[in-house]
């Protein structure tokens, strides 16, 4: 089973860009669909994006769709999350996942959890 870090959270003005890392440790991380998700203060937690084992398939929830991308690197065990034209609303702690089953991780989900990294948009 795989262990999650997730790594470059910070603050930032609406409209900039910030790009969240997650370095995975463990066997067989090809195998394993890995997403992002958040959790806005007082808000449950919401699936964000979502990348194939391959890295050949995405999805991402409407409210980050054409700002945020996510890719993966399997021979370095990373995940990343660009995520540009930010805005208030994008405040949250955001969570990497991963899990053997993408739909598991679309649907809203995972079996695998990081620490979760804080990211500020000020307006």
């Known amino acids: 089973q795989v262990q999650l870090v997730e790594s470059g959270g910070g603050l930032v003005q609406a409209g900039g860009s910030l790009r969240l890392s997650c370095a995975a440790s463990g066997r067989a991380f090809s195998s394993y669909a890995m997403g992002w998700f958040r959790r806005a203060p007082g808000k449950e937690r919401d699936f964000v994006a979502v990348?194939?084992?391959?890295?050949?398939?995405?999805y991402f929830a409407d409210s980050v769709k054409g700002r945020f991308t996510i890719s993966r690197g399997n021979a370095s065990k990373k995940v990343y999350l660009q995520m540009n034209s930010l805005k208030p609303e994008d405040t949250a702690v955001y969570y990497c996942?991963?899990?053997?089953?993408?739909?598991?991780?679309?649907?809203?989900?995972?079996?695998?959890w990081g620490q979760g990294t804080q990211v500020t948009v000020s307006s």
């Open positions: 990348i194939s084992g391959s890295g050949s398939t995405t």
């Open positions: 996942a991963g899990d053997l089953s993408w739909s598991r991780i679309r649907d809203g989900d995972a079996g695998v």
